[in-house]
């Protein structure tokens, strides 16, 4: 009966898919529907993390794949997307009421756009039969726990994904930027650095977690760049901390962004990328705020000359001051560009 399917693509892959008697899984049955017909497929999250593969040729990795289909842009619809002569075929899919991405790849280009697309309908119809559910997303488990500051799960889960820590290199968070813009950015990125990133998103809400492909990381210039071509495509708020070497210094790293951002504009009220050493001094801010004692009083009696002046000048001064410390590094010239006014004494005076 298998030869007789041999050459229909559709009517081959029924029969293969929905053979209850030789197959014991969805998984088991899609994999010899796609070795008999020649072509390949990838289920992904609504964040792109594969969560089922059927590999039946090896000309790029899964990653390059669906790194390129980000850039291109994968709306509602059926989508075919060249991918350095390899055509691919995207499309979503609804499973248990939840979202994905079905991604197909021709071997052969032997079939129409309309086989593919039907060949994506029967396989959605065939997982619904099957009952089948994909496995947890292990990339956005592991994302979250890190941000959950769950530092035994994340542990786990880098075991199960097959991360080590010394693959762990930065984290990244990103606010007031929406999902598609957002991983298009950081696709292209992950090619221009040879690096890997792991992201989810939650809203207008990024979460990233950086791995090390390659023997070298990007100078601190590439990561400027990144927050740049963040910024520049709607972010609000760019975080980066980066010197990281695993999952517990990453689960921090993402404790001290969750401690800080609500007040790190009261701090740095002209900067909307924040490093690690922003992060640090608006962290030791607030435990200093919130602890109290001498500490606390010391930095008060540091700003005791400021309450002899009145009130309007002295305003005018300590903004002045913390444009100064904070945001120009301590340069003349740049706190007077960022307060728009005229400064004739060069960048030295203070």
């Known amino acids: ?69 980000i850039e291109k842009g994968i709306d509602g619809r059926f989508t075919s997307i ?44 065939a997982m619904g039969m099957w009952k089948y559910s994909p496995i ?8 979250k726990a890190l941000r959950r500051g769950n530092k035994g799960l994340a542990n786990t889960l880098k075991e199960e994904a097959e991360f080590s820590n010394k693959n762990i290199k930065a984290v990244l968070y990103v606010g007031g930027l929406e999902k598609e813009a957002g991983f298009k950015v950081i696709s292209k990125f992950e090619k221009q650095t040879g690096l890997r990133i792991l992201k989810i998103a939650d809203g207008n809400e990024i979460s990233a977690v950086i791995l090390e492909n390659k023997n070298s990381l990007p100078e ?22 980066n010197g990281i070497d695993s999952v517990e210094g990453a689960a921090d790293a993402f404790q001290q962004i969750n401690e800080t951002w609500p007040f790190i504009h009261y701090i740095f009220p002209h900067k909307n990328v924040f490093t690690k050493y922003e992060l640090a001094l608006a962290s030791n801010c607030i435990h200093i ?57 060069g960048e030295g005076s203070s």
Not at 30 to 35: G, Q, V
Not at 97 to 118: A, F, H, P, T
Not at 220 to 241: H, I, M, P, R, T
């Open 1 to 69: 009966m298998g030869e007789t399917f041999s050459n229909d693509l559709i009517n081959n892959t029924i029969y293969h898919l929905l053979n209850f008697e030789k197959h014991g899984s969805f998984q088991a049955a899609a994999r010899e529907a796609a070795i008999n017909n020649n072509f390949q497929f990838v289920l992904l999250s609504d964040d792109f993390n594969p969560v089922f593969t059927v590999e039946t040729r090896h000309m790029k990795t899964v990653d390059e794949v669906v790194r390129k289909g």
């Open 82 to 125: 060249d991918v350095e002569g390899i055509l691919t075929y995207w499309g979503p899919v609804k499973i248990d009421g939840k979202k994905y991405y079905l991604m197909l790849v021709d071997n052969e280009n032997s079939y129409s756009q309309e086989d593919i697309k039907r060949l994506a309908e029967i396989l959605e119809l």
């Open 136 to 143: 947890r997303d292990v990339t956005a488990e592991f994302v």
């Open 220 to 241: 601190e210039q590439n990561w400027n760049y990144l927050c740049d071509y963040l910024l520049d495509s709607g972010a609000k708020e760019v975080f980066y901390f």
């Open 289 to 345: 705020s919130l602890k109290g004692g001498m500490v606390k009083k010391y930095y008060i009696d540091l700003l005791t000359p400021f309450k002899k002046i009145g009130e309007s000048k002295r305003n005018q001064l300590l903004e002045t001051l913390e444009i100064y410390i904070l945001d120009a590094d301590m340069k003349a010239s740049t706190t007077a560009k960022i307060m728009s006014i005229h400064n004739g004494d």
